[in-house]
C-alpha cells in the first residue's frame, strides 16, 4: 500500500538561499511521524510546502509530495483548493490568531463542509456541533454560536482541530500545537489527537521542538537541522540509540523530570546558523565535537543505521561514546 | 534556618474590575490571595503554575513593580512593600529580574556594554573607567568578551542576549535575582548553556534564585525547593526532590503527570492524568477550594472551605481537604 503522504527530495527557497534542501519522509495511515528540530531548520516551512501554503517570499524549488496517488504538484490551484481542508488538513501553533475573529466557531466548523459538499444531507450545524462535542467542549450548542475571543487557547485549539477534522482529511499536519498551550491542556490536546488519529486512520505530520511530545506521540520521528534530516528512526531507536551527534546532543542538553538535578547539562556549542550561511560540508561541524576534515569537506548522506533508520554523519559510529 | 533573605507573609495583590457606575469596581481579580514564601541565602525556589495562577504578579510585587494590596515582603528583615521611590531605588542594588524575553529587554539603541553600565551609572558606582573596567568583567562572567561590549544587541544570538541580560543584572552586585522564565524564549539546544552560566553563577556568588517558570523538568533540575501556585494560591511547597517525588496536592499530581518524559518506552508506563476544563476566570474563581472545578478527588466539603496549608513532612505543605486534611479545629 502506498503512504497517506509520500515527500521525496523537497527543496524550498527563500530569496535564493535554501531553507530546506533535499528533504524527503513518508507518513503511512494511523501513523505519527514527528519532524523535530529548533527555529530555521525548516520543519515548519516542510509543512507549509506540503499544504501548499508557503509564505509569498519563499519559492518551491524542487522535489515530489504525493498525497497517495496524486502528485500535489501537478495539480491546478482549483484542484489544490479542493484537497485542502477536504483530504489534507493542518492546525497551527496560534490557534486564536488562526481563527476568523468575527466569526462563530461553528460557522467556521461547518464552512468546510459546506465548501467541500461534503454535507450529505446532514445539517452542517448540527455537524459542526457534534464534532465540537467530539474533541472535547463543553456545552457545544452554546460554544458553536460563540467567537474565538469568548474561548481559552485551548478551547480554541480543540475548535481548530473540529474544523481540521470535519471532512474526515487522510493526512493532518500539526505545526507546534500544543507549543502556547499550558501544559494540563497540552495533555488534553495530546490524548485527543491520539484519539482521533486511532479512530479515523488519519495520519498525523507532527511538527514540534518538544522531545517530550515526541517520544509521547511519534511512531517515527526525523530530525532536521539545516534544511535537512539529519536522522530519521523509529521513536524506540532513536532515543534508545542516536548516530548523529545532533541528535545525541539534543536529547542530552533538555533537563529532565527523572533526571539528576543541578549536573552540568551537556551543551551545544555556538547557535543554529542562520539562513544563507549554511557552512560548507556537514553543516554541524562548527558545533560539532567530532568534526574533523572529512567534515568540513563534504556533506554526508543519509546512510543506514545499525539498527533502523538512517542517519547523515561521516562519523556515526562514534557518537554512541562521544559524551 | 537562620533568619531568610526573603520572607513574604500572607501577600494579596487585588486587581479592581472596572466598568460598573461611576468607575466603581464591579468585582476584583485576587491575582495573589494569601501566599507565604521564604528564600534562603543561596537558595533556589521555584515558583511554578500554568499562565494566569499569579506567579508573576507575585514576582512583580516583591521587586516592588506592583504595590501589594495587603501583607508583607520582607528583605534582610526589613519590610519593604510600603517603600517611597528612593529607598525602593537603594534596594535595586540587592533585588534584580531577568525576563523571559531578552531581545526586549534590551535598549537597541544602547551598545550592550552602555546597557551593562546603566545600573552602575544610576547608582553612581565607580568613575567612568571603573565602570568600563566592571563591563569587561562582567562579560566575562556570562561567557562573553570585552571586546562584545561596543557592540548593538542586534548583533547576538537570542542565547547571547540572555547573557547580557544576566550580566547587567548582576552589574550591582545583588543578593536575589528574580528569573521570569529565562529559558523558555530561547533555542532548546541553548536553553542548558545559559541553565549552567545560572547554577555555576549562583555557587561562585552564593546568589539566591525566585525561579518563575512552568517548565517542571527545569524547575525539577534547578530549585532547591518549589511551590506550586493555582489561582493565586499556593497549592503546595517543599523540598524539590520531594513534591515531585511524592507530590500530595491532586494539581501538582496531574501538572507532573502532564510533562511528557523525552523517553518514549518510560513515557508509556506512566499514567496520564488528565483535567477536565479549564483555568476558571480569576474574576470568578469558585467557592471553597480553587481547584474543585477541576479535582478528580473533590468532596463535599471541598465545595464549601478553602483548605489551608498543613504540614505533610519537614518543609513541606500542602493545602487539600482530601489529601491533607487539617487537624480537627475545637468547635466554639
Known amino acids: 500500500m502506498s503512504p497517506v503522504l509520500h515527500v521525496d527530495d523537497l527543496k524550498v527557497t527563500i530569496g535564493g538561499n535554501p531553507v530546506v534542501d533535499g528533504v524527503s519522509f513518508d507518513v503511512n495511515e494511523g501513523e505519527i511521524v514527528s519532524i523535530v528540530g529548533e527555529s530555521g531548520c525548516g520543519k515548519s516551512m516542510t509543512a507549509f510546502a506540503v499544504m501548499d501554503l508557503l509564505p509569498k517570499a519563499a519559492r518551491l524549488a524542487g522535489g515530489r509530495i504525493m498525497l497517495g496517488d496524486t502528485d500535489l504538484r501537478a495539480l491546478s490551484e482549483a484542484q ?3 484537497l485542502r481542508g477536504n483530504h489534507l488538513a493542518m492546525i497551527f501553533q496560534e490557534p486564536v490568531a488562526s481563527l476568523n475573529p468575527l466569526m462563530p466557531i461553528g460557522r467556521q466548523i461547518a464552512e468546510s463542509l459546506i465548501v467541500h459538499r461534503k454535507t450529505q444531507g446532514r445539517d452542517p450545524r448540527l455537524a459542526a456541533i457534534a464534532m465540537l462535542e467530539e474533541v472535547g467542549i463543553p456545552e457545544p450548542e452554546i460554544r458553536a454560536g460563540q467567537y474565538p475571543f469568548e474561548l481559552s487557547g485551548g478551547m480554541c485549539q480543540r475548535a481548530m482541530i473540529a474544523m481540521s477534522l470535519i471532512c474526515r482529511p487522510r493526512l493532518l499536519i500539526a505545526d507546534e500545537p500544543t507549543t502556547a498551550l499550558d501544559v494540563t491542556i497540552q495533555a488534553q490536546i495530546l490524548d485527543l489527537m491520539k484519539r482521533l488519529r486511532d479512530e479515523t486512520g488519519a495520519a498525523i505530520l507532527l511538527i514540534t521542538h518538544d522531545m ?9 520521528v526525523a530530525v532536521m537541522y539545516a534544511g535537512r534530516v539529519i536522522e530519521q528512526a523509529p521513536v524506540d531507536d532513536i532515543f534508545a540509540r542516536q548516530e548523529h551527534p545532533y541528535t545525541r546532543l539534543l536529547l542530552s542538553t533538555i533537563p529532565r523530570l527523572d533526571g539528576r538535578p543541578k549536573v552540568t547539562l551537556p551543551s551545544i556549542e555556538g547557535m543554529v546558523p542562520d539562513i544563507g550561511q549554511w557552512p560548507v560540508g556537514c553543516r554541524f561541524n562548527p558545533r560539532c565535537p567530532l568534526a574533523d576534515q572529512p567534515c568540513i569537506e563534504a556533506q554526508p548522506a543519509l546512510a543506514p543505521r545499525r539498527d533502523t533508520g538512517f542517519a547523515a554523519c561521516w562519523h556515526s559510529d562514534r557518537v554512541e561514546t562521544m559524551l | 534556618m537562620s533568619q531568610p533573605l526573603l520572607s513574604v507573609r ?10 460598573g457606575l461611576l468607575g466603581k469596581p464591579s ?5 495573589v490571595d494569601g501566599v507565604d514564601i521564604d528564600i534562603g541565602r543561596g537558595e533556589s525556589v521555584a515558583l511554578v503554575g500554568e499562565s494566569g495562577c499569579g506567579k508573576s504578579t507575585l514576582g512583580a510585587a516583591i521587586l516592588g513593580m506592583q504595590k501589594p494590596t495587603s501583607g508583607t515582603i520582607m528583605f534582610e528583615g526589613r519590610e519593604i512593600s510600603r517603600d517611597t521611590a528612593a529607598t525602593r531605588r537603594a534596594l535595586s542594588r540587592e533585588l534584580q529580574i531577568v525576563f523571559q524575553d531578552p531581545v526586549s529587554a534590551l535598549n537597541p539603541k544602547l551598545t550592550i556594554g552602555e546597557s551593562i553600565a546603566e545600573p552602575l551609572a544610576i547608582h553612581g558606582v565607580g568613575t567612568a573607567g571603573e565602570r568600563r573596567d566592571r563591563v569587561a568583567e562582567l562579560l566575562g562572567l556570562v561567557g562573553l568578551h570585552a571586546q562584545h561590549a ?3 544587541p542586534t548583533a547576538f544570538s537570542g542565547g547571547q542576549r540572555q547573557r547580557i541580560v544576566i550580566a547587567r543584572a548582576l552589574a550591582l552586585n545583588p543578593k536575589l535575582l528574580i528569573l521570569d522564565e529565562p529559558v523558555s524564549a530561547l533555542d532548546v539546544s541553548i536553553r542548558s548553556q545559559i541553565l549552567n552560566l545560572l547554577l555555576d553563577l549562583q555557587k561562585r556568588f552564593g546568589l539566591s534564585y525566585l525561579f518563575i517558570s512552568h517548565d517542571l523538568s527545569v524547575v525539577r533540575h534547578f530549585a532547591d525547593r518549589v511551590a506550586v501556585m493555582y489561582l493565586g494560591h499556593i497549592v503546595e511547597s517543599g523540598a524539590t526532590g520531594d513534591v515531585f517525588a511524592n507530590p500530595v496536592h491532586p ?17 508509556r508506563s506512566r499514567r496520564r492524568i488528565v483535567l477536565k476544563g479549564d483555568l476558571p476566570s480569576p474574576a470568578n474563581p469558585p467557592k471553597g477550594c480553587k481547584f474543585v472545578t477541576r479535582c478528580p478527588l473533590a468532596e463535599a466539603v471541598c465545595h464549601e472551605t478553602h483548605p489551608p496549608l498543613v ?3 519537614d518543609g513541606w505543605q500542602a493545602a487539600c481537604h482530601v489529601r491533607a486534611p487539617a487537624p480537627l479545629a475545637i468547635p466554639g
Do not use: C
Not at chain 1, 212 to 220: K, P, T, Y
Not at chain 2, 27 to 31: H, I, M, P, T
Not at chain 2, 251 to 267: C, H, I, K, M, R
Open chain 2, 27 to 31: 468585582g476584583w481579580v485576587k491575582a
Open chain 2, 311 to 313: 504540614g505533610v513532612g
Open chain 2, 150 to 152: 561596543a557592540r548593538k
Open chain 1, 212 to 220: 517530550g511530545v515526541v517520544a509521547d506521540m511519534a511512531d517515527r
Open chain 2, 251 to 267: 494539581y501538582t499530581e496531574a501538572l507532573l503527570s502532564a510533562v511528557p518524559l523525552p523517553d518514549p518506552v518510560a513515557q
Open chain 1, 80 to 82: 489544490r483548493r479542493n
Open chain 2, 10 to 19: 500572607d501577600l494579596k495583590v487585588h486587581f479592581p474590575i472596572r466598568g
